[in-house]
């Protein structure tokens, strides 16, 4: 963030197979630099970021308005049809210092299917890789992304009822990351005006964590 008139954020998407991972990610960069497809087996095994072009409308600083740049981690699912937990913790944390040791990360998210139910064994799996990536203040630097917001929506459930009908292992999940999550609608993910909203969100929850970084000087 050294330029007084640009801003940058640092994030990575994390989560199982198939839950919509590298598709968010381009949505928030509004570009394809990650490899999006249906397929029997995980697509991505290997971490790559990808960076935004200057966003203009969404930050302003000291009464002037400042660009945005957005820059994404994607990384590789867990569990992964060909890799292993250790291989995948190994490959991420060491995606992690190579792109964030000198900046640092300002957020993590954990990427979730809206139109699957979350199970108390893949909450454990999941919160547990998290955890262990990101050390004892995960909590505080990481945000749910519901994916497929808009079959939870064609099945009538808006955001309020979805979470009022939510698993206690899923509202258990939301409590400890004290509220942070955003749906993404697959449908209309790639529109300006819905990428705005998501990233306005999530400077949103970066502001409220007083722009505190994680991860800054670690070492591979």
């Known amino acids: ?12 998407v994390l989560g199982k197979t198939q839950t919509g991972k590298s598709a968010a990610g ?13 397929s029997p087996s995980s697509v991505t095994t290997r971490c790559s970021l990808g960076r935004s072009g200057r966003i203009l409308g969404l930050v302003r ?9 957005v820059r994404v981690l994607d990384t590789p699912s867990f569990p992964h049809s060909a890799l292993s937990k250790e291989q995948v913790r190994g490959t991420v944390r060491a995606a992690l210092a190579q792109h964030f040791g000198e900046e640092g990360l300002h957020l993590a998210l954990l990427v979730l299917r809206a139109d699957l139910p979350l199970c108390p064994d893949e909450s454990n799996d999941t919160v547990q890789l998290v955890q262990e990536l990101l050390g004892p203040t995960w909590k505080d630097f990481t945000a749910v992304l519901f994916t497929h917001a808009d079959k939870a929506e ?3 459930y808006s955001e309020e009822t979805y ?15 004290q509220q942070k ?8 993910s790639v529109i300006k005006e819905e990428r705005n909203i998501v ?8 502001r409220k964590n007083n722009y505190q ?3 800054k000087h670690i070492k591979e």
Do not use: Q
Request: charged letters at 15%; aromatic letters at 6%.
């Open 26 to 38: 381009n949505s928030l960069l509004g570009s394809s630099d990650f490899e999006s497809r249906l």
């Open 1 to 12: 963030m050294a330029d007084s008139n640009e801003m940058t954020i640092n994030l990575v």
């Open 154 to 156: 064609e099945a009538g």
């Open 163 to 177: 979470l009022h009908n939510a698993s206690s292992t899923l509202l258990s999940l939301l409590n400890s990351v």
């Open 181 to 188: 999550y955003i749906f993404l609608d697959n449908h209309n």
């Open 199 to 206: 990233l306005r969100k999530l400077l949103n929850f970066i």
């Open 213 to 215: 970084v994680l991860l």
């Open 61 to 69: 600083r000291n009464g002037c308005e400042s660009a945005l740049r």
